[in-house]
């Protein structure tokens, strides 16, 4: 496929690299560049370095290559709780316990495997169109990019953090009112297994938090917990985990962040429940939320039960804001 544009007069003194991240939207910088330096990517006619300016009205015409196979990993019939799909984009809920990127230990019965047993197109896809992950053990909603170009869009409003997501945290103690953590992560200084907040070295991190639920009393003897919602502003790893740790709020169930000997939860209560983005095709701002997995939501119920002084045998409603009986997929529109 080639593509031919006349750089327009404004452009002049721009860098060609710079240039070409805003002519060709739909391609990343990395690509463009490969592009570049392999010769598919001309200007008037002649190779040029990424670092020389242009004057304006330049054609540059990219002979774009053919899609190619961007990973060996097997497709694996696992099943996929889908909430949406189209051309260019996939939806889905990833349970607890599935393992998102094959490595050391899990080069096997990933979600990246599942992925490419659903839509085979998307072996030609980098990582198979994950543009983000969520930890082993926690639930909920995952975007997942089906060409290189909605890949682009997606990690775009990743970075700009355009795209937003939230996500559901029952941590232990009794959180009073809502706030926000911001402190930079990196590698732990002696347990390379783990991240930490650090001082010199991380990635800057925010996470705002937000009530949405308290557990405690008499019925409960003393003990006290917390339901939060959480919305990142950033990506880090073990991002939520470690700033609601620093707090003195750790996840209930987090084996490594979390109070030491707690066997209240079989995995840390976290879920990524609402997901919002520019659809990378129309644009559109869409909202996705992935039901609760069985698991937490028997957690709450049990909880809500000791507070309230009642059996689970009682009939009360569960939220309805994290049913799965509700709206899975809302469209917003400006």
């Known amino acids: ?18 240039a070409l991240a805003i002519l060709f939207p739909d391609h990343s910088r990395n690509r463009l560049k490969a592009w570049l330096d392999d010769g598919h990517i001309l200007v008037d006619g002649a190779v040029w370095a990424g670092k020389q300016r242009l004057e304006g009205n330049e054609t540059i015409t990219a002979t774009l290559p053919e899609a190619t196979q961007e990973t060996d990993a097997q497709p694996e019939d696992i099943p996929l709780e889908i909430i949406f799909e189209d051309e260019h984009l996939i939806i889905i809920n990833k349970p607890p316990g599935l393992v998102v990127h094959p490595g050391a230990g899990n080069r ?23 543009v983000h992950r969520l930890d082993k053990d926690t639930s909920g909603v995952m975007m997942v990019a089906r060409t290189p170009q909605a890949q682009t869009h997606l990690v775009r409003q990743l970075q700009t953090h355009a795209a937003s997501r939230e996500y559901v945290a029952l941590v232990h103690g009794a959180v009073r009112k809502s706030g926000t953590v911001e402190g930079a992560i990196g590698r732990h200084g002696r347990d390379r297994t783990k991240m930490a907040m650090v001082v010199v070295g991380g ?12 557990f405690g009393g008499a019925a409960m003897l003393g003990k006290h917990y917390s339901l939060l919602e959480c919305k990142l502003e950033t990506g880090r790893t073990h991002q939520i985990r470690v700033h609601l740790a620093s707090i003195k709020h750790p996840l209930v169930g987090d084996a490594t962040y979390g109070k030491r000997g707690d066997s209240m939860f079989h995995r840390q209560a976290l879920h990524a429940w609402r997901l919002t983005l520019a659809h990378p095709a129309t644009g559109e701002t869409v909202r996705f939320i992935a039901p609760m997995a069985k698991d937490m939501k028997h957690l709450l119920k049990e909880l809500r039960a000791q507070r309230d002084n009642r059996t689970l045998d009682d009939g009360f409603d569960d939220d309805e804001d994290f049913d799965d009986d509700g709206v899975e997929v809302i469209y917003v529109r400006d």
């Not at 998307?122 to 169109?129: D, E, H, Q």
């Not at 990635?203 to 308290?214: F, G, M, W």
């Open 203 to 214: 990635k800057p991190a925010v996470t705002h938090y937000k009530l949405r639920e308290s």
């Open 1 to 18: 496929m080639t593509q031919s544009v006349t750089v327009p007069m404004a452009m002049s003194g721009t860098r060609l690299d710079a």
């Open 108 to 130: 096997e019965g990933t979600l990246l495997n599942a992925l490419l047993h659903h839509a085979p197109e998307l072996a030609n896809v980098a990582r198979a169109g994950i």
